[in-house]
């Protein structure tokens, strides 16, 4: 899907309907007042399309996710270098946090220490 976003959004690429799955990264983004709009998307490489959606965001985030994984790209980093990757058992404030960060990427702020 290589459709373009209009409004400032951090874009996300949902595969396999996971976004009930990540919820806590939603609210995290949430928290820190940034919008973001859901894409959905077919399989394939989670990175790849973290990328792609970054490239997509006016804001220049882009995250991808299935059920077991989860990626923060950015689009000034290679396509190969994700920001952030999360996998799904991680507990939930990590999740959170990694929510916040994206976020806070967009804002130009520190970064939360996920695991904190």
Known sequence: MESSVVAPAIVIAVTDECSEQ???VLLG???EGIPFVLQPQTGGDL????WQAAQRS???VGIA???ERLIVHYKNLPASTPLFS???HQNRLARRNTGNNAARLVKGIPFRDRNA
């Open 22 to 24: 990540w919820r806590d």
């Open 29 to 31: 983004i949430e928290e």
């Open 47 to 50: 990175i790849h399309h973290a």
């Open 58 to 60: 006016p804001l220049q």
């Open 65 to 67: 996710c299935d059920r």
């Open 86 to 88: 999360l996998m799904y």
